[in-house]
Nanobody, 116 residues
Framework: QVQLVESGGGLVQVGDSLRLSCAAS????????MGWFRQAPGKNREFVAG????????YYADSVKGRFTISRDNAKNTVYLQMNSLNAEDTAVYFC?????????WGQGTQVTVSS
């Protein structure tokens, strides 16, 4: 079992930056692939970014590529999402996810609101 706890969400303005953190416990962190998803009001949950267990490969949705960066610190059992140049369309609840073959474990989510 894996427990995930997100933090770092909040209210920001268009163009601002924010860094989300996800702390994992209950299983060897380095054995897990990690990812970030988000869900805006009235929309389905969508993939944002992912990172392999080694940290050598990262993947991004086209909507965030060039603005968001996912990284991990295996020594701290933590994955991060650095979000730059935020716009109103980035407003959503952001979820941390983890797994091996699939994203089996999910955090509770943290709200990110971008206003002008």
């Amino acid at each position: 079992q894996v427990q995930l706890v997100e933090s770092g969400g909040g209210l920001v303005q268009v163009g601002d930056s924010l860094r989300l953190s996800c702390a994992a416990s209950g299983r060897t962190f380095s054995s897990l692939m990690m990812g970030w998803f988000r869900q805006a009001p009235g929309k389905n949950r969508e993939f944002v970014a992912g990172i392999r267990r080694s940290g050598g490969s990262t993947y991004y949705a086209d909507s965030v590529k060039g603005r968001f960066t996912i990284s991990r610190d295996n020594a701290k059992n933590t994955v991060y999402l650095q979000m730059n140049s935020l716009n109103a369309e980035d407003t959503a609840v952001y979820f941390c996810a983890a797994g091996t073959l699939a994203y089996n474990y999910w955090g509770q989510g943290t709200q990110v609101t971008v206003s002008s």
